[in-house]
C-alpha cells in the first residue's frame, strides 16, 4: 500500500516534469551540437571545390554569378532567389549553382542531379557548395528582392501552390505549416504564417548538417522530403515548383538575421 | 584523400579549450552499401594532440566512436599563440596531421 503511494507520488512529480522536458529537451541537444557544426566539414569542403579547377572545361567556379557580380558570394544568399539575365529565370542558390557548374565547368546536368543529395557511401559536391556559399552571408539580413516581374510571378506560384492541396492525401503545405504547435512526432513543424518563425526557417534552417543523415541537407532536399510526406510525385531537383516554394518563404523570411549551416535532427 | 580537421583553440586564463571535428566516415564493419555488401571497417584507431610538441592526449579510439567525431579538450598552462597539433591515424595505416595557433578568447 504505502509502495504504490510512493508510487504515484512520483507520477504526479515526474508528469510535468516530463512535459517541460518535451519542450526543451531537445533544443538543450541542438545548442550542443550547434557549437561544433559538423556543417563546417562542408563549408571548408565547399569552399575547397569553388576555388579547384573541375570538370571537362578545368574551371573553378570563381566566375559564377550569383546575383551580385562574379564571384562576388557576401551576401549573395541574402537575395536569392532573384531573376538572372543570362538564363531568363528566377533561380535560388541550388538551381544557379548548375547553371555555373555546367555552364563554366562543362559538368554534365544530369551527373550533378544524380548526385545532388550525398549518401553514407560518396558524397554530394552540390550540398559543400551550397553550405560554403551559404555561410558567406552570415551576419546579413535575407533580403530577397521581387523587383523584377518574373520575380513577382514566380512568388505569386509559391503563394499559389503552399495552400493548395493536393495528392492522395490532400495535404498542401499550409496543412502541417500554417498552425502553431503542430508536429510530426517529436519534430516541431514551424508555422509559415507567422513573419518570425519564417525568418528563423529560412536565415538559420537551410542548408543544415542533419544528424541522422550524417550529412548537410538543403533546401531542396526539404522541400523533396516534404513532397514525400505529402506522398506528391518527386519533386524534381532545381525544378520550377521548388524554386517558387523558395521564392515564397526567402522573400517572408526577409529581415530574417543569416546563421548557417544550421543543425537539425 | 582525407579532409582537414577544424581545430578551434581559445584561452582564457591559462586554460585552452580545444575543440577538434574530424571528417571520417568511421565504418563499423557492419553497414551494408547499396549492393549489400557489407563495407568494412574504417575507422580512426589513433589520436594525439600536443601542445608545443608535449603530447597531452593518447587516445586509442575504436569503431565505437561516431562518423565525423569531434573531440573537446582543456589544457592547462597554454597562452595564445601556442601551437595546437592533432594527429589521427586510422586502421588503414591513413593518417593526416593538422595545426591550429591557440588564440585569446573573445
Not at chain 1, 543570362?86 to 541550388?94: A, F, G, I, P, S
Not at chain 1, 542548408?207 to 550529412?215: D, F, L, N
Not at chain 1, 548537410?216 to 506528391?232: A, E, F, G, K, S
Not at chain 2, 587516445?59 to 592533432?86: E, M, N
Request: glycine content about 8%.
Amino acid at each position: 500500500m504505502r509502495a504504490r503511494n510512493v508510487a504515484l507520488a512520483l507520477m504526479l512529480i515526474a508528469s510535468p516534469l516530463g512535459a517541460q522536458r518535451d519542450v526543451d529537451g531537445l533544443s538543450v541537444g541542438r545548442q550542443m551540437l550547434a557549437e561544433d557544426n559538423p556543417g563546417e566539414l562542408w563549408v571548408q569542403r565547399g569552399e575547397r571545390l569553388f576555388y579547384e579547377k573541375r570538370g571537362p572545361k578545368g574551371a573553378s567556379l570563381e566566375r559564377c554569378d550569383l546575383g551580385l557580380g562574379p564571384g562576388k558570394l557576401e551576401g549573395a544568399f541574402a537575395q536569392l532567389p532573384r531573376y538572372f539575365a543570362d538564363t531568363n529565370t528566377v533561380q535560388d542558390l541550388e538551381s544557379r549553382l548548375l547553371t555555373c557548374m555546367v555552364e563554366l565547368q562543362g559538368v554534365k546536368r544530369e551527373e550533378i542531379v544524380a548526385n545532388r543529395f550525398g549518401t553514407l557511401d560518396k558524397d554530394s559536391d552540390m550540398e559543400a557548395l551550397v553550405s560554403f556559399v551559404a555561410s558567406k552571408s552570415n551576419g546579413m539580413k535575407m533580403n530577397v528582392p521581387l523587383a523584377h516581374p518574373k520575380e513577382r510571378e514566380v512568388y505569386k506560384v509559391g503563394e499559389y501552390l503552399f495552400y493548395r492541396r493536393s495528392g492522395p492525401l490532400d495535404f498542401s503545405c499550409a496543412t502541417c505549416h500554417s498552425d502553431e504547435a503542430k508536429r510530426i512526432r517529436l519534430q516541431d513543424l514551424p508555422n509559415m504564417t507567422d513573419p518570425k518563425q519564417v525568418q528563423a526557417v529560412v536565415s538559420t534552417g537551410w542548408p543544415a548538417y542533419r544528424g541522422t543523415q550524417a550529412s548537410v541537407r538543403t533546401m531542396q532536399h526539404r522541400l523533396y522530403d516534404c513532397n514525400w510526406q505529402m506522398r506528391l510525385p518527386d519533386l524534381g531537383y532545381a525544378s520550377e515548383m521548388s524554386i517558387a516554394l523558395t521564392s515564397y518563404l526567402n522573400h517572408r523570411g526577409n529581415g530574417g538575421v543569416i546563421q548557417l549551416p544550421g543543425v537539425r535532427r | 584523400m582525407s579532409e582537414p580537421m577544424r581545430i578551434r583553440a581559445t584561452v582564457q586564463g591559462d586554460v585552452a579549450d580545444v575543440r577538434i571535428l574530424m571528417r571520417h566516415p568511421m565504418e563499423t564493419g557492419q553497414r551494408k552499401d547499396a549492393k549489400g555488401e557489407i563495407v568494412p571497417v574504417h575507422f580512426i584507431q589513433n589520436v594525439v594532440v600536443t601542445h608545443n610538441g608535449r603530447t597531452v592526449v593518447d587516445a586509442q579510439w575504436s569503431q565505437a566512436v561516431s562518423r565525423d567525431p569531434f573531440l573537446g579538450l582543456r589544457v592547462k598552462g597554454a597562452k595564445a599563440g601556442d601551437k595546437i597539433t592533432v594527429t589521427w591515424t586510422d586502421n588503414k595505416g591513413d593518417k593526416r596531421t593538422d595545426e591550429a595557433t591557440i588564440v585569446a578568447a573573445s
